[in-house]
C-alpha cells in the first residue's frame, strides 16, 4: 500500500486544533475551551435580556426575540417555598453527625420522618449550602 499523498485533494487539511495534537471538543469553536458559556437555562436568558436592555437600550420585546426567552417567561418571578428554610436547617442537622452521609441518603432520612420531598430539591440545597 503506498503512503498518502500529502497535496492530495482528497486528504483534508489538518486545522490549527489538530496540529497542535490536540482535538477540539465537540460544540466549541475555540481550541482553548470556549470563549463564552451557552445561555440554556431561564434564569440566565432573564440576566442576558435584563444585560441587553441595560446596555443596548431596546426594548424587552426585541431583547427577548434575539435571546430566546418569550416574554412570559422573562416576566415570571419564582416565588421560595415557604419552608425552604426550616428544610435546610434540618438538612444541616441530619448531615451534622454523619459526615459520610450524602444528599441521597439525607433525602432517605427526611422521607423516613415523614417529608414528602423530592431529591433533587435536597441535592440544590445541599450544593448551595456548601
Same mark, same amino acid.
Given at each position: 500500500?503506498?503512503?498518502?499523498?500529502?497535496?492530495?485533494?482528497?486528504?483534508?487539511?489538518?486545522?490549527?486544533?489538530?496540529?497542535?495534537?490536540?482535538? @477540539?471538543?465537540?460544540? +466549541? !469553536? =475555540?481550541?482553548?475551551?470556549? &470563549?463564552?458559556?451557552?445561555?440554556?437555562?431561564?434564569? *440566565?436568558?432573564?440576566?442576558?435580556?435584563?444585560?441587553?436592555?441595560?446596555?443596548?437600550?431596546?426594548?424587552?420585546?426585541?431583547?427577548?426575540?434575539?435571546?430566546?426567552? @418569550?416574554?412570559?417567561? +422573562? !416576566? =415570571?418571578?419564582?416565588?421560595? &417555598?415557604?419552608?425552604?428554610?426550616?428544610?435546610?436547617? *434540618?438538612?444541616?442537622?441530619?448531615?451534622?453527625?454523619?459526615?459520610?452521609?450524602?444528599?441521597?441518603?439525607?433525602?432517605?432520612?427526611?422521607?423516613?420522618?415523614?417529608?414528602?420531598?423530592?431529591?433533587? !430539591?435536597?441535592?440544590?440545597?445541599?450544593?448551595?449550602?456548601?
Amino acid at each position: 500500500m503506498s503512503p498518502r499523498p500529502e497535496n492530495s485533494r482528497k486528504w483534508k487539511k489538518k486545522t490549527p486544533v489538530e496540529e497542535a495534537g490536540s482535538r @477540539p471538543i465537540l460544540g +466549541q !469553536r =475555540y481550541p482553548q475551551g470556549g &470563549a463564552l458559556k451557552k445561555v440554556i437555562s431561564p434564569d *440566565r436568558k432573564r440576566k442576558a435580556v435584563n444585560q441587553a436592555i441595560q446596555t443596548l437600550d431596546v426594548s424587552e420585546r426585541r431583547a427577548c426575540r434575539v435571546v430566546g426567552q @418569550p416574554r412570559a417567561t +422573562q !416576566r =415570571y418571578h419564582k416565588r421560595p &417555598a415557604d419552608d425552604e428554610d426550616f428544610l435546610t436547617s *434540618r438538612i444541616i442537622e441530619l448531615a451534622s453527625p454523619y459526615g459520610r452521609y450524602g444528599y441521597r441518603r439525607v433525602t432517605a432520612l427526611l422521607r423516613n420522618e415523614g417529608w414528602i420531598i423530592n431529591h433533587k !430539591r435536597v441535592e440544590r440545597i445541599w450544593h448551595k449550602r456548601g
